[in-house]
């Protein structure tokens, strides 16, 4: 059930930035660092809203990653003290 409302956000989240990205077509210019670029708002908006996916699924992964092994280790910790 936990999944399926995540799907609902996530996909409510891309169609929401879809239709207001749709809305938004000026021109932008954006400073990085090191250059500049102008890119329409809309591309702007997608890729910023990409990059947050994809970073927050890195770190959700690696987070979820990290429990798991961290249960794993305790599991044998456990299974090793009832032998003994």
Do not use: P
Request: aromatic share 10%; net charge positive.
């Amino acid at each position: 059930m936990k999944v399926l409302l995540a799907v609902l956000l996530v996909s409510f989240i891309f169609v929401l930035s879809l239709v207001i990205g749709a809305q938004n077509d000026q021109i932008v210019e954006v400073n990085y660092f090191i250059a500049k670029s102008e890119l329409q708002l809309s591309s702007l908006m997608a890729l910023l809203l990409g990059s947050g996916f994809m970073i927050g699924c890195i770190v959700g992964f690696l987070s979820w990653l990290k429990l798991r092994l961290r249960y794993n280790h305790l599991i044998r910790k456990s299974h090793t003290q009832k032998i003994d």
